[in-house]
């Protein structure tokens, strides 16, 4: 038995699996991952064996807490794993924590890591959702990825994916996509979101491309050779995003995600929400009571800092004084451990948008330093971009979300600057 938890208003009641291993790194991916190549799978891979003997003495020896409402396994391609050993993690979060009647269990998929039949094994072990990694169905787009499937492969496993859902074993399914890729212009896009909205998907995640550093696109921007749209297309592609999915019956309910109803991911909404919840494996960050603690993001410190919590109590940063005083402080304001900047950061994302005045106060901000803030905005809120209705700021849609970068940047750059006026000696 692990520690008992801290007390506190808002015990996590979701959980975050990261499964790193993949064939290969995408060539935008900075996330934490280990390629193992293209042959390599859950059943012949002795580095995915070891990996969840760590992952799941992790889980064994968290503090208790509810029964689990959400879980999600992501990556990495968590679809490398076997049906059975996607079984044990979740037979170890059944043990430690219990699952809630009616969870929801997401597991991400790559299109060319499965069949009928690993399906049919994945949904006998429990999983009731999938998050089908497609990015693109443009062969030639997927190869400049660095993606290791292709158009066909995607094409079979939507199809797999809707078989399922229409017969009752899968509550629900996602697919992925990237939008702002080198080279592309309106008409292309246009094409990607009718082959994707014929998929029949009941949510769907359309990304912005990010350049982030060490990625094999840096590079490849830092030479002059990566073709990125310019910032007023970007926008318009994220508009025409938003004009198109409507229209085939998608609610825009975060930035990024679009579903039909009864169909937003209840586990993402966690984290935009301000839920606490907990994080396991390599690279992953829990936030069980409002203060964040991200994991080490390669195999060897993942190993060493699970070593350092052996005879401790509990997973560091889940329980201790840092954790308990955030979760006297929250007094029913959840993530009390998150600063102003990136409360309201995470709502505006959200369709329903944030309480700002609230969040202020709670801050200790005072109408003068709010007001400043909303004088950096008024550009936005004279287009109609940002609008304050029923108590809440929120970004208009589509509008709004489509330059929701440049509000965002405004927030952050005046935080940056009371930060620095706040700081002692300067």
């Known amino acids: 038995m692990g520690p008992a938890a801290p007390p506190g208003p808002w ?19 900075d996330f934490a991952v280990v390629p193992l190549g293209d042959k390599a799978d859950g059943a012949s891979s002795g580095s995915i064996a070891r ?83 497609g990015q693109s169905f443009d062969d030639a787009v997927l190869e400049r990825l660095g993606r290791r499937h292709r158009r066909a492969d995607l094409l079979q496993a939507a199809a797999w994916l809707a078989a399922a859902q229409r ?63 310019d910032a007023d297309l970007a926008a318009d592609l994220m508009e025409h995003t938003g004009r198109r999915l409507a229209a085939a019956g998608y609610g ?7 579903a039909w109803p009864g169909h937003a991911s209840r586990h993402n909404r966690v984290y935009w929400s301000g839920a606490g919840w907990w994080g396991f494996g390599l690279g992953a960050t829990s936030a069980p009571w409002g203060e964040r603690l991200a994991r080490p993001r390669t195999r060897e410190a993942y190993g060493a800092w699970l070593e350092q919590q052996r005879g401790a109590e509990g997973v560091a940063g889940a329980t201790g004084p840092g954790a308990a005083a955030a979760a006297g402080e929250a007094a029913g304001e959840a ?15 959200r369709r329903e948008g944030v309480r700002l ?11 003068a330093e709010l007001a400043s803030l909303l004088e950096r905005w008024r550009p936005y809120r004279e ?27 405004e927030l ?7 930060d620095g006026r706040d700081r002692p000696g300067d």
């Open 11 to 29: 015990p996590p009641r979701s959980a975050y699996l990261h499964i790193p291993f993949c064939h290969r790194r995408c060539f935008y991916c």
């Open 51 to 133: 990996y969840l003997e760590q992952l799941l003495a992790e889980i064994a020896a968290a503090p208790e807490g509810p029964p689990l409402s959400t879980v999600y396994v992501g990556g990495g391609t968590p679809s490398m794993l076997t049906p059975a050993q996607l079984g044990q993690l979740l037979a170890a979060l059944r043990a430690r924590f219990g699952l809630a009647p009616g969870a929801e269990l997401s597991l991400e998929m790559d299109p060319a890591s499965f069949d009928q039949v690993r399906l049919a094994g994945y949904l006998a072990a429990g999983v009731t959702r999938v998050s089908l990694g």
């Open 412 to 418: 952050l750059e005046w935080w940056e600057e009371r």
């Open 383 to 409: 287009r109609g971009l940002l609008r304050a209705e029923g108590g809440r700021w929120r970004l208009s849609d589509p509008e709004g979300l489509a330059l929701s970068n440049a509000v965002l940047r």
């Open 252 to 258: 825009h309910y975060e930035i990024s995600n679009y």
């Open 167 to 229: 017969r009752g074993d899968l509550a629900s399914w996602s697919l992925d996509l990237i939008q702002g890729l080198p080279g592309q212009d309106l008409a292309a896009w246009d094409a990607q979101l009718a082959q994707a909205i014929a998929q029949g998907p009941p949510h769907l995640s359309v990304y912005d491309l990010i350049v982030e550093p060490g990625t094999v696109f840096e590079r490849l921007e830092r030479r002059g050779q990566l073709d990125l749209p």
């Open 357 to 367: 005045e609230r969040l202020a106060a709670a801050a200790g901000l005072g109408a």
């Open 335 to 349: 993530l009390a451990g998150m600063p102003f900047d990136e409360r309201v950061l995470v709502g505006l994302r």
